[in-house]
């Protein structure tokens, strides 16, 4: 059998195209002894990239990130594609599936002002003083924190929005994409998951397949070679598996199943952010914590809540017990409502 091919739809920013060969160069990586792989990165701009003078919740939300690699996906352009977990939404189309996910990059948000690491931190800044983000979920919470301060939306890529500086007093930004592309020399400091709750999926690189990428298509997959007069279908799933972080994995789901249960999108001031508190190296029953915000429109109002519970992460359960961890937790707050 010859080398196989792996062909990886991503967008074309700067950043996703880090972040794709990053999450690439794992697959490969992890299947040397088994599974000798190439990979073909497959770029597009998608509409999210395209439309940076409007806010995501004005033209579709999150899905604007993802709807082209999708395509890709359905017409047999790409055998994968590599997301943002953050730009995903709470339920992917029954067509396609969440195959695995890397190991989650540092989650939190980072503020930048000017002279970087020198510059002035965000409880120092002046009365007045404008900060620029383009999440409404972090404006909620950074107006808790500073309810004095002008908050500026922005869009755009890193570079762009920390070239916002020339014009604004700071910006917030995820760490995770700072690290990923060598600029964390830039952050003032970051914020504490205590004082901001990270987006749901910030820092974890998500692979996405077709539902049935295992059922043999040589007609449209790299992943299936012809011999002879028959197909042989290489094994996809157990291909990412491998790279496959099961700890992260259970994270996402508890994240994502928290804004399925509420409906949630991009255009809520929503998020959950859920860790294993146990430490040590002991993967066997460990605590899952999970918190989350909403955003409470009618009584003009910041909703809080926290659950926690135990997850045997060598169980087939485990994905089931997690996401029930995150409906226990969106049942909390909507008792809040």
Avoid at 38 to 65: I, N, P
Avoid at 178 to 202: C, H, I, N, W
Wanted: negative net charge; glycine residues 8%; proline residues 3%.
């Amino acid at each position: 059998m010859s080398e196989l091919k792996l062909r990886i739809a991503t967008r074309k920013s700067a950043l996703a195209l880090a972040q794709t060969t990053m999450a690439a160069d794992a697959i490969v990586a992890t299947n040397a002894a088994a599974e000798p792989l190439t990979y073909e990165l497959v770029s597009m701009t998608t509409e999210g990239d395209r439309r940076l003078d409007k806010s995501l919740a004005s033209f579709g939300g999150k899905g604007v990130f993802i709807k082209e690699l999708e395509i890709a996906l359905l017409e047999g352009r790409a055998d994968i594609a590599i997301h943002s977990l953050k730009d995903m939404p709470a339920e992917v189309l029954p067509e396609f599936k969440l195959a695995a996910v890397l190991k989650r990059e540092d989650p939190r948000d980072a503020f930048l002002s000017r002279g970087g690491a020198a510059g002035i931190r965000f409880m120092d800044l002046s009365a007045g003083a404008r900060v620029g983000t383009g999440s409404i979920r972090r404006v909620v919470q950074l107006e808790a924190l500073r309810p004095d301060l002008e908050y500026v939306p922005i869009r755009g890529n890193i570079q762009t929005r920390i070239g916002k500086l020339a014009e604004l007093d700071g910006v917030v930004l995820a760490a995770a994409g700072l690290k990923r592309m060598g600029l964390a020399d830039q952050v003032t400091e970051y914020f504490s998951t205590e004082q901001m709750l990270p987006a749901s999926g910030q820092g974890i690189l998500a692979i996405e397949t077709l539902a049935d990428s295992d059922t043999c298509h040589p007609e449209r997959s790299t992943m299936c070679e012809v011999e002879g007069s028959g197909a042989i279908c290489n094994d996809l799933s157990q291909i990412l598996a491998r790279v496959n972080d099961v700890a992260t994995f259970c994270i996402a789901s508890a994240e994502m199943a928290y804004l399925k249960a509420l409906n949630a999108g991009c255009q809520f001031p929503v998020a959950s952010f859920a860790e294993f508190v146990d430490g040590g190296s002991n993967r066997i029953a460990q605590t899952l914590k999970i918190r989350g915000i909403y955003w409470d429109e009618k009584f003009n109002r910041l909703l809080r809540a926290e659950t926690s519970g135990a997850l045997d992460l060598n169980s087939a359960d485990s994905v089931h017990q997690a996401k029930n961890l995150g409906v226990e937790l969106a049942r909390a707050i909507q008792k809040q409502l």
